[in-house]
């Protein structure tokens, strides 16, 4: 397997004030191509920056990101906006639809900013996240599980190298969380790379892989479906 | 999809600031597009009436001042009078092609339906002469003649606000004799529509004025000539001569610093309305710095983003334009009797001039406006890192 991911020495320092706030310290991770990997620890610890310095969407302080064989850390914005459409696809918490577009338009809208035309996936990805009959509803009329699906649909359509999902189930009930952790693992089977950052342990450990992020430095790895394999220790 | 679509999207979001920010616009589009029509038809329509009165130089009594002498085109009396041998004298100068006297006097008449005591003016002519400096005059019935008695010819104006007909006759003049309503004049569309006009020896005898006369209007044959005609007219003890172009610079010079408020309050309109803008999108700018950045996440770029933004504006703009161009055409008849009463001298016709071109202009303005008030908000939210917009970009 080849690495489609590989963060090196990364280091976050934001600035508050006078306050120095260090989100992340040292911090090296690798996810292999196919993989799904999870991310959890308590809030605070450094799993949503970590998450954007390797979503490029923040730079770090310090370290190196090879995303997909290239180095994205010293990219200027707009070859930054090129990776991001291409490879990436973001899910959030709040899952941030855009109200007066359809469950349809909101997945079609990446299109309208990487210039795709092709409109004919949007079907096939309606039906990959089951919201099928749902496409003409508005975000309004959809349950929240409905309305991460729709985001994941939004995140499929320029169909990234990578999924990366901040705390996805942080709005759902734990029905919903688990139906939407299945669509993870579905996606994954298909071959789809993911890395989700949660404080979930039961939803972390469907992952292939949990690494435990604690103040801002990975605390461990575990392979939660290798019974026998347990702390293999920091990477 | 594009992004008209998801502009228009976007601010259904919130239906009611939008529809108040276009509200705004379309009002101060209305305000300047009625305040250029109003300006541009009162040029033309002052410019029509001057044409409407005939004569190219007025002689007036010495020491009558321009302003009077322009007030009199519109019917207003002066009580100073030159003698009708002055006529002669101004006929004798070359370059004179007709020389029309006239007689002016104004007399109240109580009006039974209101109460009132309205002011009617008369003018004493000589039909020949009036013809020849107003050929475009048509009448029901007949003119009269010059040497007929207790005859008159009457507006068509005046004739439908007193139910007068053509033959009627109707006690006239100090001491209530029978004039007989010879003609009524086919509507001219200028002052001449609410006058009463008598042969002028009539005229001088009602009003106790054997052998006065109020004005000459003179056509001068060539145009060239107006002013040296108008340096000879002078030479006449009696006469000062007015030129039209004298009234018209003595108009504009009394409607000028009227106007010239109006553009200012214009102007101060367009100023708050741009900021008025240029605060509500910063706002909504400010309030979506998170969409931003899902946005961004999502593949857009700063350009994008302020790509959407711009189309925001633009529609706001353009459609508060179409909507204030259409209130402006709407209420114009309102906006019109509002200025009319502001200025010191008003032509009698309308004076709004919708032009194709003044529509286009002001669509033009309001999308103008929209770049103007759109290029900084748009600036400012492509300019914000996809993390500052995350974080909500203040903090």
């Not at chain 1, 973001?90 to 079609?108: D, G, H």
């Not at chain 1, 499929?156 to 693992?185: Q, V």
């Not at chain 2, 006058?195 to 145009?223: C, M, W, Y």
């Amino acid at each position: 397997m080849t690495a489609i991911l590989e963060a090196s020495g990364l280091t976050k320092i934001y600035r508050r004030g006078r306050e120095e706030i260090r989100a992340l310290k040292e911090v090296d991770f690798t996810v292999e191509e196919g993989e799904f990997v999870s991310i959890i620890g308590p809030s605070g610890s450094g799993k949503t920056a970590l998450l954007n310095v390797i979503g490029c969407l923040d730079t770090p302080s310090k370290g190196r990101v090879i995303l997909d064989g290239t180095e994205t850390t010293k990219m200027k914005e707009r070859d930054l906006v090129r990776l991001r459409r291409e490879k990436i696809g973001f899910v959030f918490q709040q899952f941030y639809l855009i109200p007066t577009l359809t469950a349809r338009e909101n997945i079609e809208l990446p299109l309208l900013f990487s210039r795709k035309g092709e409109r004919g996936r949007i079907e096939e990805i309606l039906d990959m996240v089951g919201l099928s009959d749902r496409g003409d509803h508005l975000p309004g009329q959809l349950s929240g599980g409905e309305m991460q699906r729709v985001a994941i649909g939004r995140a499929l359509i320029n169909d990234p190298k990578i999924i990366l999902a901040d705390e996805p189930t942080g709005n759902l009930d734990s029905a919903t969380s688990r139906m939407i952790f299945e669509l993870f693992r579905d996606l994954n089977r298909n071959g789809l790379t993911l890395v989700i950052v949660t404080h979930n342990l039961d939803l972390a450990r469907q992952a292939e892989k949990m690494y435990t992020l604690r103040d801002g430095q990975m605390a461990g790895c575990e392979r939660p479906d290798l019974p026998g394999n347990g702390r293999d220790g920091r990477r | 999809m594009n992004f008209i679509t998801l502009a228009v999207k976007n601010l259904m979001r919130r239906k009611g600031r939008t529809g108040l920010t276009i509200l705004g616009v379309a009002i101060a589009i209305s305000v300047l597009f009625s305040l250029i029509a109003l300006n541009t038809g009162y040029e033309i329509e002052l410019n029509r009436e001057m044409d409407s009165f005939g004569a190219h130089i007025l002689a007036v009594p010495k020491g009558c001042p321009y302003e009077a002498a322009s007030l009199m085109i519109h019917g207003g009396v002066i009580p100073k009078y030159l003698n009708i041998s002055d006529l002669e004298a101004v006929r004798s100068i070359d370059g004179v092609e007709v020389a029309s006297p006239l007689l002016m006097y104004q007399f109240y008449k109580r009006d039974e339906a209101t109460g009132q005591n309205n002011p009617h003016i008369v003018y004493g002519i000589k039909i020949d002469d009036m013809r020849e400096i107003k050929p475009w005059w048509r009448v029901e019935g007949r003119f009269f003649e010059d040497d007929e008695k207790k005859v008159k010819v009457v507006g068509r104006e005046l004739a439908e606000k007193e139910n007068l007909t053509v033959g009627q006759v109707m006690p006239f003049g100090p001491h209530r004799e029978d004039f007989t309503v010879v003609g009524i004049l086919e509507r001219t569309g200028d002052q001449d529509d609410l006058l009463h006009f008598l042969p002028l020896e009539e005229a001088q005898r009602l009003s106790n004025k054997e052998g006065k006369i109020t004005t000459i209007s003179v056509k001068v044959g060539d145009l060239g000539r107006v002013g040296a005609v108008a340096v000879e007219m002078e030479k006449i003890p009696d006469i000062q001569a007015v030129t039209m172009t004298q009234i018209m610079g003595t108009i504009t010079n009394l409607t000028g610093s009227a106007r010239s408020l109006l553009m200012t309050v214009i102007s101060i309109a367009m100023v708050i309305s741009a900021f008025g803008i240029l605060n509500t999108l910063l706002m909504s700018v400010n309030e979506r710095t998170r969409e931003f950045g899902m946005l961004k996440a999502i593949g857009a770029s700063g350009l994008d983003i302020g790509k959407m933004i711009m189309a925001e504006t633009l529609i706001i703009t353009a459609l508060g334009g179409l909507l204030g161009t259409v209130m402006a055409v709407a209420g114009s008849t309102i906006i019109e009797g509002f200025v009319k009463g502001m200025l010191p001298y008003a032509p009698l016709g309308s004076f709004i001039h919708i032009t194709p071109e003044l529509v286009a202009f002001s669509l033009l303005f309001s999308v103008g406006l929209g770049i103007v008030c759109g290029i900084y908000p748009a600036f400012k939210s492509s300019q914000l890192t996809p993390m500052e917009a995350i974080r909500g970009g203040l903090e």
